[in-house]
């Protein structure tokens, strides 16, 4: 597609269920990260896959958190056990270039409220 | 580690104001900058960027300049429009980092 495509755009969840959020990024873009937008916290990076790298998962707020990104192209996010204070605005990015903050585009997001 | 600060909001103005929006950074090396805008029901859009001292960077009448004595990267536009309502993001990234972004201004414009 054009842009990046994240799924589902909202998405409404129990106290304690697993969530997956899903990232179709630029096709071809080496590069995609998560960030987390909450209220007043402005945007907070969650992880980082660059190629075929190790992802750089530090800033995954707790082990409840887990990202994956198969065959380079879709990555999923996954919150095991949410808690409230999960809820925010999940953002994905793609880059062709993978380094100084160049090229980025975002996905729209995906809200998270956990109830 | 790398960080943004840039000054909190609400900022009201009215049309045809002057804005400045504060932006000073902490890096270890010498980073790349960025003003980043999310319209109403928008995603996340790069506004401007500068990679180098002194360097401005400008867009849509903003601009900003790269300033390393002072690691700063102020947001300006010398005449706001309602259309500008927007919250703006300030970010910094160096080498194989992610952006790393402030807490964002929200900026409010009245006719």
């Known amino acids: 597609g054009a842009g990046v495509s994240q799924s589902p755009s909202n998405k409404v969840t129990e106290k304690g269920k697993d969530v997956e959020l899903r990232c179709d990024p630029i096709?071809?873009?080496?590069?995609l990260y998560w960030y987390r937008q909450s209220l007043g916290q402005g945007l907070e990076f969650l992880i980082y896959?660059?190629?075929?790298?190790?992802?750089?998962k530090s800033g995954l707020p707790s082990d409840r958190f887990s990202a994956e990104r198969t065959g380079g192209s879709v990555s999923t996010l996954t919150i095991q056990r949410t808690q409230q204070e999960d809820s925010a605005v999940y953002l994905c990015?793609?880059?062709?270039?993978?380094?100084?903050?160049?090229?980025?585009?975002f996905g729209s997001g995906t809200r998270l409220t956990v109830v | 580690g790398n960080s943004v600060t840039q000054m909190e909001g609400p900022v009201t103005l009215s049309e045809e104001a002057f804005l400045t929006i504060n932006c000073t950074y902490t890096a270890t090396g010498y980073p790349s900058l960025f003003w980043y805008v999310q319209y109403p029901g928008e995603g996340l859009q790069l506004l401007l960027k500068?990679?180098?001292?002194?360097d401005k960077g400008s867009n849509k009448g903003f601009e900003a300049t790269y300033r390393k004595e002072t690691t700063s990267f102020h947001l300006e536009k010398g005449s706001v429009q309602v259309s500008d309502s927007a919250v703006y993001f300030c970010?910094?990234?160096?080498?194989?980092?992610?952006?790393?972004f402030g807490k964002g201004t929200r900026l409010s414009v009245i006719a």
């Open positions: 970010a910094l990234s160096e080498e194989n980092t992610p952006l790393v």
């Open positions: 990015a793609s880059s062709p270039y993978g380094g100084r903050g160049l090229g980025y585009t």
């Open positions: 896959f660059q190629g075929n790298s190790a992802p750089d």
């Open positions: 096709s071809g873009h080496t590069a």
């Open positions: 500068a990679t180098k001292a002194d």
